[in-house]
């Protein structure tokens, strides 16, 4: 039998977990049934579970993967770039992360998996603070910037998800570098 290369994984993962999102996207996370979940990969049941030990891990790691993504953007292209990237999304994801949160609230077993992801990450907190704090006013809290920042965020992706009108990113700049940002 061939040795599959860690490469070969990786693409692999990558490719279901593509697929997953646009099931998840499309039908929400009740509706993204295994046999969906097969058909937008275009892989067998036995093959997605091989990297995902089930449909929740398979969408816990979505979240994550999603996260991860508009920190990074924030982080290395700056907070316009991430109300950019936010009010551009597939409103159909954005409305499956939102479905997340709600889920974090209702379902102690999916809580419990989150619980676990924000432990696995919360060593890279500073490291990611300490990156903010440049462009954070010196006598504000970084994790206090943090979270406004987040929940502004958070509050362009809802208006996307709900179809209410895009706010002008200008002029939410001008209030964020007036506010937050170091004079």
Do not use: C
């Amino acid at each position: 039998m061939p040795k599959v290369t860690d490469e070969h994984k990786q693409r692999r993962r990558e490719e279901i977990l593509e697929g997953a999102q646009r099931a998840f996207a499309r039908h929400g996370y009740e509706g993204a049934t295994v046999a969906r979940l097969e058909e937008e990969t275009g892989l067998s049941r036995g093959a997605i579970f091989n990297y995902f030990a089930s449909k929740e891990a398979l969408f816990v790691a979505l979240v994550a993967r999603s996260s991860d993504r508009f920190v990074d953007i924030w982080l290395e292209r700056g907070y316009r770039a991430l109300l950019e990237a936010v009010a551009h999304e597939d409103a159909d994801w954005l409305s499956v992360q939102i479905e997340a949160a709600r889920r974090v609230r209702t379902d102690e077993r999916f809580r419990e998996q989150i619980d676990l992801l924000e432990q696995r990450t919360a060593s890279q907190r500073p490291e990611r603070h300490g990156r903010l704090r440049e462009v954070v006013r010196a006598d504000v809290p970084i994790g206090v910037a943090s979270e406004f920042l987040g929940m502004l965020a958070n509050g362009v992706a809802f208006a996307r998800v709900t179809g209410d009108p895009m706010p002008d990113l200008d002029v939410l700049m001008t209030l964020v570098e007036t506010g937050v940002a170091p004079r």
